[in-house]
């Protein structure tokens, strides 16, 4: 069975690469805004980020730190070039990152290098013009899982510990979770997630970060900074964002869906930005993280 799913994520990865690919030979960039590509920003070398910034734009900007999706174990920070140019035209500082994938780590490998690449931005943003109290996180599908659960490790140390992570030291005043992972133990319809165990190690149900999978514990719900949601009667994880958002509400946190009644596909607002329905919801998002 690994091996087969093992073959499974080498195909989805080729077949992700050649969008990519035929994606950036029609792409154009915004005329406002300017894209650095491959930046290191420490000397590990998955520490490379791409930076896009208005061209004209105030000395000091809000900052977006984008997570890509990928179900954990596919892309790179390249896919989600798209939405990053247009959040940037929108007035931010934003920065795409890179992380390990699964099977070659696991999700708590992948926390640790995101909070040591958060660490690093938090020394390097002000030289790209950006403001390092103004930082949000954004991600769609497992990005969105990432993201949140890198502010999880942040504001709960047992939460941290039992992780293995030493969490990052940047603050994060927002997230923006699109179609969002966020019941990562429940999704059924997608074969990748036999994989629990490569994702969670074996035994997870056991794990002691097993109670943090359930983003409805009180632990989670407690240190959540302001979320804005957003999902489309197409998205196959539509369920987990409508759900969430309605447990947030009720736990008292400051929360915004936007739920499309458009049928696009699973974090649409990210690999096609260009959509009408794409672009409402990252305009929506770019004005709720920029009022945090």
């Not at 991600?139 to 939460?159: E, P, R, Y």
């Not at 736990?251 to 696009?264: F, I, N, Q, W």
Request: proline share 7%; with cysteine; hydrophobic share 40%.
């Amino acid at each position: 069975m690994l091996k087969a799913m093992e073959k499974e994520i080498e195909k989805r990865r080729r077949t992700w690469l050649a969008w990519e690919k035929k994606r950036d030979a029609s792409f154009q960039l915004p005329e406002t805004v300017m894209e650095l590509q491959n930046i290191a920003v420490s000397a590990r070398p998955i520490d490379v980020v791409d930076i896009f910034r208005p061209k004209n734009g105030p000395e000091k900007l809000p900052v977006i730190v984008n997570i890509h999706g990928g179900g954990l174990v596919m892309g790179t920070k390249n896919l989600n070039r798209g939405i990053c140019a247009q959040l940037c035209s929108f007035g931010f500082l934003v920065i795409a990152i890179e992380y390990p994938l699964v099977p070659e780590t696991d999700v708590f490998g992948q926390l640790q290098s995101v909070a040591r690449t958060l660490d690093a931005l938090q020394q390097a943003i002000p030289s790209f013009g950006g403001d390092v109290d103004h930082v949000s996180l954004t991600g769609d599908s497992a990005g969105a899982f990432l993201s949140l659960h890198t502010v999880l490790c942040q504001k709960n140390q047992k939460a941290a510990e039992a992780a293995g992570v030493t969490p990052t030291t940047l603050p994060v005043k927002a997230l923006g979770l699109n179609s969002g992972l966020f019941y990562p133990t429940k999704v059924a319809s997608d074969g990748l997630f036999l994989m629990r165990d490569s994702f969670f190690g074996k035994g997870w149900r056991k794990h002691p970060y097993a109670p943090y999978l359930n983003p409805e514990n009180p632990e989670i719900l407690e240190i959540l900074p302001p979320c804005f949601l957003s999902t489309a009667a197409g998205d196959f994880l539509r369920g987990h964002t409508v759900n969430y958002a309605i447990c947030l509400e009720e736990a008292g946190k400051r929360c915004e869906l936007l739920d499309l009644p458009d049928k696009l596909e699973h974090a649409f607002n990210a690999l096609y930005p260009q959509w009408e329905g794409s672009r409402l919801v990252n305009e929506q998002m770019a004005e709720f993280l920029r009022n945090c």
